[in-house]
């Protein structure tokens, strides 16, 4: 059975920093794997913020958080990050971890790390 554990989230000030992990189990990483952050505010649609392929490793990000979030992976240890810098209220959410496998209907998530942006 594939799971997906997200961890690393938290209770930070504006201007603050952490560091999401989500770690795969029941799985391999490899090029078909395709993984993205989603997140969703109190009373909101669940947003896509950022994406990584595993064919070539680009990387996507919505406009709220360019230059603020970072996506990276580690096929070694099964887990992608999501490093998030100059971290304001509006990101306040629940932070989810999705996964799929490229040409498959095969589609995984995790359940979910809290994060809060202090005023």
């Known amino acids: 059975e594939v799971e997906l554990v997200e961890s690393g989230g938290g209770l930070v000030q504006t201007g603050g920093s952490l560091r999401l992990s989500c770690l795969a189990s029941?799985?391999?990483?490899?090029?078909?794997?395709?993984i993205a952050w989603f997140r969703q505010a109190p009373g909101r649609d669940r947003e896509a913020i950022s994406h990584?392929?595993?064919?070539?490793?680009?990387?996507w990000s919505v406009d709220s958080v360019k230059g603020r979030f970072t996506i990276s992976r580690d096929n070694a240890k099964n887990t992608v990050y999501l490093q998030m810098n100059s971290l304001k209220p509006e990101d306040t959410a629940v932070y989810y971890c999705?996964?799929?496998?490229?040409?498959?209907?095969?589609?995984?998530w995790g359940q979910g790390t809290q994060v809060t942006v202090s005023s």
């Open positions: 999705n996964l799929r496998v490229r040409t498959t209907t095969l589609e995984y």
């Open positions: 990584i392929s595993g064919r070539d490793g680009s990387t």
């Open positions: 029941g799985l391999t990483f490899d090029d078909e794997v395709n």
